[in-house]
């Protein structure tokens, strides 16, 4: 089954998923029309195995999920049509970027030459044609979720399921891949992207899910949300070569309202969220500040505002 704009890709109806005694994600009924959308949550919150449910790594303990209108647990010829990025790392350290990859879309049934065509044009979307050659034991964060991400789509799925797909990444590689995830959509894919950061996934989508405790607690508009999120001030972390350098550079900012050193990183305090990582990311990119490695934001922040959502 083909997705129009009136027909869900994800359809879940009191779906839940236990460990043991443990709950995992609690009747969840949601639909998750086509085009982009974000899950946004804290770490814990579900995300991860909401994911997994999807992607049809997990059973159900109780309700039903489909994609695209088919069951992909009971569906394996229904894997083809999705591609998923998972937030854990499982590399073969010793093989090449280039190799993996090409060893996984093998399994799609790609021959050695159509698989290795694949990868190739899978690591120049995600910008690691270089480093492709290169051993994934010898990577960077930022490039393992790159290689990550290449492994999702070599195979031109139609959905792709990315979870906190920007972690680790520098500023310019997270623009970068956002900008990915929206030409995908553009091409008529669709794109369900985890987060608990509230501008990757605002730069990304305005269609979100809010999930906590295994819950959905809101879906909708992202904008919806956005002025309750920003009063709790945010703290930032931001590894850099030159911390003190960058604080200098950022004294004046008006969107900044404490800073902090820690070992090789600045941490930032603000309540302007979206007018600090635009100067962060253009301060990467002029590297005037010197070079910027990542930038993080605890889970703090969001977790004030979904205990406070919680209890209205």
């Known amino acids: 089954m083909e997705a129009t704009p009136q027909t869900p890709i994800v359809q879940a109806e009191h779906l839940s998923k236990w460990y043991g005694q443990v709950s995992g994600l609690n009747d969840v009924t949601v639909s998750i029309p086509p085009g982009i959308t974000g899950l946004l949550g804290p770490n814990g919150a579900g995300k991860s195995t909401f994911m997994k449910l999807m992607t049809g790594q997990l059973k159900p303990s109780q309700g039903t999920i489909r994609v695209m209108g088919t069951t992909l647990w009971d569906t394996p010829s229904a894997y083809a049509r999705v591609g998923f990025c998972p937030e854990q790392d499982a590399f073969y350290e010793r093989m090449t970027g280039r190799e993996w990859v090409a060893a996984l879309v093998t399994l799609n049934g790609f021959s050695d030459a159509e698989a290795d065509a694949a990868a190739r044009r899978a690591l120049e979307i995600v910008d690691l044609t270089e480093a492709g050659e290169k051993k994934i034991g010898a990577y960077s964060k930022g490039m393992r979720q790159r290689v990550k991400l290449a492994q999702a789509l070599v195979h031109d799925p139609d959905i792709l399921i990315l979870d906190e797909p920007l972690t680790g990444m520098d500023p310019l590689q997270r623009r970068k891949t956002i900008r990915l995830v929206k030409d995908w959509a553009k091409r008529g894919r669709h794109v369900i992207v985890s987060s608990h ?110 205990s406070y959502l919680v209890r209205q």
């Open 197 to 306: 950061i509230l501008h990757e996934i605002e730069a990304m989508t305005s269609n979100i899910l809010l999930i906590t405790n295994g819950r959905i607690l809101a879906e909708g508009n992202v904008h919806q949300i956005r002025d309750l999120i920003d009063t709790h001030p945010h703290t930032v972390h931001v590894k850099a070569a030159e911390p003190r350098a960058l604080a200098a550079r950022l004294l004046d900012d008006p969107a900044v309202t404490r800073m902090a050193f820690e070992d090789g990183a600045l941490v930032v305090e603000t309540r302007q969220p979206d007018a600090f990582y635009q100067r962060i990311t253009s301060l990467a990119a002029s590297g005037d500040a010197g070079a910027i490695a990542e930038v993080t934001s605890p889970d703090d922040n969001l977790q004030a505002v979904f």
